[in-house]
Every structure is written in structure tokens, then in C-alpha cells.
């Protein structure tokens, strides 16, 4: 009984054309980290290329972060953060494309953290987001939805004496 619910069930939800394999934007955030040089996580020795094992995202992360310095590590974590909380707000996950949350996570890290950037917002879209056709409009409007998700759900600040 269960087993013939669950296949009408996905039979029904294919048939409605959801896509139930989603890619999550902490990869795509992840590969624009590592191009943009700053961290060398994925430096292998001999004795680990004979195993099969292959990291989750998680074991990477956390190899990236202790090869990294403080200010790369905190734009990772900040990215991470902001990846996780777009995740939260149904407006930016259904809207917007994984590799533009990705890429507008990760610019939002940089911003906050007060990085100089040695290039602009719209040479930072070409250069890292043109493979995925990713407009400077739709890094803005993840940062922007961002944001706005940040302002809604505001907690409220409480004086101690």
C-alpha cells in the first residue's frame, strides 16, 4: 500500500512537471571562491588519490577554510551564511537562478566584509557569471531580495540595564 501511494505520488508530481533534482548555489559559489584564487583546497596528495572517497560539500568547505586566510575565510563564511539564507526566503529560491544566488551571495560576502575589489560590479558578472548568462540585473536583484528578506525578518533589539 505505502510503495503504490509513494509511485502514484511522484507519478502525479512528474506528470505536474516539478523537477525534483535541484542543484543548490553553495557549488557554483564554491567555484567562484576558488577561481578567484584565493584558497588551494583541492591540492590532493598521492596517498589520497587512491581512495574513492570524494568530500562533501561540508568536508570542503572545511579544508577550504583552514587553508584560507582570516579575511578569505570570513568572505567564505559570510557566503555560506547568505546561501543558507536565501535558501530560507521562497521568493529568492523559486525566482532566481542557482548560479545567480550563488554569484549574488558571494558579492553580497565581498561587499560586506568591506573587500576592495579590484574590479566593478558589471566586470565582476562578466568575468564570473557570463558562462551561466548571468545579467549584472540579476546579481542585483539577489542582493536585493536579500536584503529585503534581512529587513522583513529583523529582530527586535532589547535594552539591558
Known amino acids: ?3 503504490s501511494l509513494v509511485n502514484c505520488e511522484l507519478l502525479l508530481v512528474r506528470a505536474l512537471g516539478f523537477d525534483l533534482e535541484v542543484e ?15 584558497i588551494r ?10 581512495k574513492r ?3 562533501g560539500q561540508k568536508e570542503i568547505w572545511k579544508r577550504m577554510e583552514n587553508d584560507m586566510e582570516p579575511e578569505m575565510s570570513t ?5 555560506w551564511v547568505y546561501v543558507w539564507d536565501s535558501l530560507c526566503s521562497p521568493r529568492i529560491a523559486l525566482t532566481h537562478s542557482t548560479p545567480g544566488i550563488g554569484l549574488g551571495c558571494l558579492y553580497l560576502a565581498l561587499r560586506t566584509s568591506e573587500t576592495e575589489m ?7 558578472v562578466d ?4 558562462s551561466e548568462n548571468i545579467s549584472v540585473q540579476a546579481v542585483r536583484d539577489v542582493v536585493t531580495d536579500l536584503l529585503e528578506f534581512y529587513d522583513h525578518y529583523t529582530i527586535p533589539q532589547t535594552k539591558f540595564t
Open 24 to 38: 543548490l548555489p553553495f557549488a557554483y559559489c564554491l567555484n567562484v571562491l576558488r577561481g578567484l584564487g584565493s
Open 75 to 79: 568572505i567564505a563564511r559570510l557566503a
Open 41 to 50: 583546497y583541492f591540492a590532493a596528495d598521492q596517498s589520497k588519490k587512491t
Open 53 to 55: 572517497h570524494i568530500p
Open 127 to 130: 568575468m564570473w557569471g557570463a
Open 1 to 3: 500500500m505505502r510503495t
Open 118 to 124: 579590484p574590479m566593478s560590479m558589471n566586470e565582476y
